[in-house]
């Protein structure tokens, strides 16, 4: 292979190398808001974090920006349409963040960003605070060198992602004009390895469900009343355990319908990659892979459906014991779906499984579904892809992984279905960094690669699409 | 049937009346103290509740009183013993509550006694604290008046009833002299219902047992991982569901091998109780009775086993979704136990089960448990029980029913298996006022009741039992 040559401008990169330790502390800033968008209680952090957001693009150089109120969370949008002539690329990421619950279990505060070790800890720190933060400070460095970037570029930064992006269709239909662009290049993604540069072309698609088991009015006594009526918790577990079968396998009723085999050139590829699952298993610390019989774990993770409870409760959960027969259980579910699995259609049939599968002696109350999202893959051969390769090539040094991933970017398939647009992934985060759990960090110096990256691909990008 | 006849002297009941409302204060002081045994922060209350009882027995008379140190909470013990000659009555109760929670349920704070339509709303105002107090305040009106009591009287007032009482028997056997009576009057255990007086014969036996399942080491994203490897959730839900086949029957290994036959005579008793289904259920709410077939929901409440779980969970139960795969799934469970059912030999069956049924990809930890209760019946025809029954029919005037119970007093078994002291039940609380459960209540009527009808039982007992 022949030495891979950066495009990004030399001045540019060596703007971004004066400007770190600023825009370092600028990212802190914005780490510290606890944009948890789940939680109703910080929604005042939220609109927050979009303000300090708008407030950073207007610093960064001649972008328009607007921040949109939505039915719950705000979007910011910034638009530079300086070149004329040249491609449009929307820029996508977000904002917001999980809970960081349980929080007990931070070694240090989830919203005081703390460095050990060369890692920033952080919830958001790597789910999508620096990820969608460093494309921001790169445009600011083209525009103070520069005086502008080299392709038409539009940022999308949602406050939703976390809880299914809910206001994003509405807002992606309605502002189709300002948003259409040649490609999406997702900030949100993440790479599968700390020690080797990757790009995703596939992510799952997404479903989420919430539901309730009742049985008498109230909490009663175990003992006077136990053996009488249903216990919840009873009914729960066998419900909930009706879900798989002993294999692993989803047992819903056409849960599989819409699911393809995986193509032979995609096992080939899965099966290329430094994976193994001893050393997987290490990592995660489990005793034991487990799931769905006759797929290998990575094909399993990235290229078959589950269904996943997300959480679990009922009754006593204090210190000591408590003789209760619970009046009620409840289940948080979520699916991921590959290939032409239908959000609606696939909770329709969990559903009909419920209902039909309820054990007698409670009454079951399913929660008001979300949309939910399909699955989606790049096609072949596309020219941002191998943009990004190129960008990730000059930056690493070494040819990088082209990836399934297993987690779910909703809005790859909404730019796709409303917009046409397909989507591209250059994030700087990595799979391992305990995004959604307790200790999430980012790698620090991911930020210096990150940043040569983006402004490499900025560059790159107009060669790979041509003319819009 | 001739018009019963009050025992009590008139003098005590006139006693008792004129210092009502004093002692109902009184009581109210130590229903505000929070002795929730379960909850280690409270320690300091329990020890409260325990000075307290222990200066109220100081007040009521020349009582020796004690109150004993043990591995965890206080034993509050007061002896009379001027009658020789006169039998031995051993007065049981405990000062400790259940936890509060949920505590957002309340309609009034748990530990605030509220007085609303004639009951007594709070923790603890039926489950023990207001029946264990009354007969403290029956004794005063005895000092009061006659200086004395009909009979030879030994409090034992424990604080650890509600975690199982597990410093009571190393008590009970260290304290045997000072402890041996010829009958247990327990104000522990409520009649069953408000419109009928009744006393209980046999209650069920315990057994607590809680366990942990454990997948990776710490909690991960559930698109990334889902599919890899086993989520601790759906193997709790498969391992609790195995523990009852689908007709609500036990389905550990052994679980019924000590429980005999229900004999004729206690279903024929059930059965001419005027209980239905229906009308149980209006009561808790419940849309339908469930349990072991081939039982009446009485018969599966008083004198068939059960295994319940009380509390489980794990994962995220907060507002809205979080898309992890929990590391850990928790489960609180307890049997109640008939017959020769032996705790240590039934939590073996279950920790065998449990390891025996594990799903693959999760390990299994079971805390290490306590002694458990087996169960307890009073022998046909036994003379408490005649004085016991004698009271209620002189104060109520209608005959009592005597009936099975299906909770535990594990102290019963306790007291007959060290001691060979026999117990007869004697509370006014009743079944339905929400004992660990929110908006527990005690019916205030009944304080007066039950401080006539412990004037008669004091009186009565020595005639029906014969001398010590």
């Known amino acids: 292979m022949s030495a891979p040559q950066l495009l990004a401008p030399a001045a540019v990169v ?15 800033e914005l780490v510290r808001i606890p944009s948890v968008s789940a939680d109703s209680s910080h929604a005042p952090d939220v609109r927050r974090a979009a303000a300090y957001l708008a407030e950073r693009f207007r610093a960064a150089g001649p972008f328009e920006v607007e921040v949109f109120e939505t039915a719950r969370h705000p979007v910011v949008t910034a638009e530079w349409r300086g070149a004329p002539g040249a ?38 720190a790597s789910d999508d605070k620096s990820p969608m933060f460093i494309p921001i400070t790169v445009a600011a460095a083209y525009f103070r060198t520069l005086g502008r970037l080299p392709l038409n570029v539009v940022f999308l930064i ?17 502002e189709r004009e300002r948003l259409t662009a040649d490609l999406v290049v997702s900030a949100d993604g993440g790479m599968w390895r700390a020690d080797h540069p990757s790009t995703m072309v596939s992510t799952r698609g997404m479903l989420k469900l919430e539901f309730t088991l009742r049985g008498a009015a ?43 085999p995986i193509p032979e050139a995609w096992r ?17 610390g489990a005793p034991a892979a487990f799931g769905e019989a006759g797929f290998s774990t990575l094909e399993r993770q990235w290229y078959r459906p589950t269904l996943e409870l997300n959480g679990l409760w009922g009754g006593y959960q204090g210190e000591g014991s408590k003789t209760v027969l619970p009046s009620e259980a ?60 190129g960008s990730l090539r000059a930056v690493y040094g070494v040819e990088p992984w082209v990836i399934g991933m297993g987690g779910s970017v909703p809005i790859c398939e909404a730019f796709q279905r409303h917009l046409g647009m397909d989507t591209v992934f250059f994030s700087f985060a990595v799979g391992d960094e305990d995004i959604h759990a307790p200790n999430e960090f980012f790698r620090l110096h991911r930020f210096v690669e990150g940043r040569r990256a983006w402004a490499d691909l900025l560059a790159r990008l107009p060669e790979e699409i041509g003319h819009g």
């Not at 963040?97 to 800890?121: H, K, N």
Request: hydrophobic content about 35%.
């Open 218 to 260: 109230k909490d009663l006594h175990s003992g006077r009343h136990g053996g009488g009526i249903a216990n919840p918790l009873h009914a729960m577990a066998e419900l909930v355990a009706s879900l798989h079968d002993a294999d692993g396998r989803v047992a819903v009723a056409g849960f599989y319908e819409d699911v393809q």
């Open 14 to 28: 060596a703007d971004l190398e004066a400007h770190h330790d600023g825009d370092l502390a600028a990212l802190l």
């Open 158 to 174: 949602e406050g939703e992602e976390e809880i299914g992006s809910p206001s994003l269709v509405p807002f992606v239909t309605r």
């Open 268 to 284: 080939a590829s899965a099966h290329s990659l430094p994976f193994d699952d001893a050393g997987y298993l290490a990592e995660v």
């Open 87 to 124: 491609p449009t690329v929307l820029v996508y990421g977000h904002y917001d963040v999980q809970p960081p619950d349980p929080v007990e279990r931070w070694d240090s505060p989830p919203f005081e960003p703390t460095e050990r070790d060369g890692r920033l800890y952080a919830r958001g």
């Open 330 to 389: 409840h289940a948080k579910l979520t699916c991921r779906l590959v290939a032409d699995q239908d959000p609606a259609d696939l909770r329709a049939k969990i559903e009909r499984h419920l209902h039909e599968h309820l054990p007698p002696g409670v009454t079951l109350e399913i929660e008001p579904g979300t949309e939910g999202a399909t699955a989606y893959r790049l096609p072949d051969g596309h020219p941002g892809l191998r943009a990004v390769v």
